[in-house]
């Protein structure tokens, strides 16, 4: 029975923690919701921290997932540049690392996110070394590409998954000469596989990106705390000013690792393993967005989706959850990225080796295209490249788990809503 007496405990201020904060209002919640932020920001959304804010069409405060005087207006409690550093489970408290304060909660969701991994290499702690995850690193980095753009300087980017693209495509918008380091044979081919991953390695090249796949960093060299180069495994030295590492981010798991909690396998992902309905191994305790590992019936497997989508869908489900709604969390997962003019969303999830066919359907050489990943006749998932609104017939698709005929799919004349 939820009522006014009961304390809900959001750990996380992101775009997760804030939008379940939403919800528990929006459904009636009357207790007291506590959104504890360990910045000093208001919750913001990431996407734009590696795309318009970056680029500098969007203004600071259009990141932000509420105005300021939303959580005082919705008796939301709100500490900002604030730390939890232990979850006591029998006492059902956690506790502020500044002072020690103690809160009891009668519900909790991690929404704790995920953090930048760091290069395991010499030269790490010189001044030009950046990370892109927080609000702060991108305004750093906003002032970093346009000086580079002004000097006709060098940015090393050591990894070409999205983040490090997105970061590619405005540093040569502001002007900075790119090279992208990457140990993989293409961009993005834990996601996309070697059939599309070339698609966005030509873009770049096109526009004036350097890469180099199939080797490492190594070292990042520099002189009175200055980059000067970056050195790769196969003996050659980059001219850099600037290095981005963008190899990927790992789920924040400590909290929930220390009070005892259940986390996923690294062949999952990490993360705080969650049942259907966004639960840990405590029933009092809950976790979405980028932290949580969730069971996803569509296929067949556990998932930890670091992606936009899932923090907004995420969060409000778990808040459901948090006031004994039966409703499992099913969504299918969805991401966007815009490089130069080349704009695209993917739903679903199909890393390499579960399906046996991609289908292109339309121009992949002038890049306006639906690819489709596809495993006996069923669509495991959908790339609309330049094309628009047809993500709710590809995700569509996704679900109904029907077979399909790969010529009506190949084929732009056939609707697509006439084969899910």
């Known amino acids: 029975m939820v009522d006014a007496d009961q304390t809900f405990v959001i750990v996380g201020g992101g775009l997760a923690g804030a939008k379940a904060a939403e919800t528990l209002r929006a459904e009636g919640f009357s207790g ?22 970056l680029l500098g069409k969007d203004e600071r405060d259009s990141v932000f997932v509420h105005q300021p005087a939303w959580y005082a207006q919705n008796d939301v ?44 290499i010499p030269g790490t702690d010189l001044a030009g070394v950046h990370h892109l995850r927080r609000l702060a690193h991108a305004e750093r980095l906003k002032g970093v590409l346009g000086a580079l753009g002004r000097d006709n300087g060098h940015l090393v980017i050591a990894g070409a998954g999205w983040i490090g693209l997105e970061v590619a495509a ?34 770049h090249r096109e526009h004036g990106v350097r890469f180099r796949f199939g080797v490492r960093l190594t070292e990042i060299v520099g002189q009175d705390g200055m980059v000067l180069a970056a050195r790769t495994d196969d003996g050659e030295e980059h001219p850099a000013h600037d ?3 963008a190899i990927g981010a790992a789920p924040r798991t400590g909290l ?44 067949g497997t556990s998932l930890r989706v670091e992606h936009w989508a899932n923090a907004l869908n995420g969060g409000p489900a778990a808040a459901r959850s948090m006031l004994g709604q039966d ?24 890393p390499p080796g579960s399906y046996d066919q991609v289908v292109i359907r339309g121009d992949a050489g002038k890049r306006e295209f639906i690819a489709f990943w596809v495993r006996e006749g069923r669509v495991l998932a959908g790339m609309n490249v330049n094309v628009w609104d047809v993500t709710e017939p590809i995700q569509r698709l996704i679900s109904s788990r029907a077979a399909v005929d790969t010529d009506a799919l190949a084929n732009p004349h056939v609707p697509l809503e006439s084969l899910a």
């Open 256 to 299: 929930a690792e220390a009070a005892g909690l259940e986390i996923a396998d690294r062949a999952h992902g990490g993360g705080v393993v969650v049942d259907a309905r966004l639960r840990t191994s405590d029933p009092d305790i809950f976790a979405a967005g980028d932290v949580a590992s969730f069971p996803h019936g569509l296929f």
């Open 170 to 203: 405005a540093a040569r918008t502001y002007g900075a000469e790119v090279t992208v380091i990457e140990h993989g044979p293409t961009p993005l081919h834990g996601v996309l596989g070697p059939e599309l991953g070339n698609v966005f390695a030509e873009l």
């Open 243 to 245: 290095v981005l590492a």
């Open 327 to 350: 409703v499992p969390y099913d969504r299918v997962p969805y991401f966007f990225t815009d490089q130069y003019d080349l704009g695209m969303e993917y739903s679903g999830w199909a």
């Open 77 to 120: 409690e709100l500490h900002l540049g604030q730390t939890v550093d232990r979850v006591d489970r029998a006492a059902k408290t956690v506790r502020f690392g500044d002072d020690g304060t103690l809160v009891r909660y009668d519900k909790l969701l991690l929404a704790t996110g995920a953090e930048p991994r760091r290069l395991d």
């Open 32 to 53: 007291r919701v506590i959104l504890i932020c360990d910045e000093r920001d208001h919750p913001y959304e990431r996407p734009p921290l590696s795309k318009g804010y």
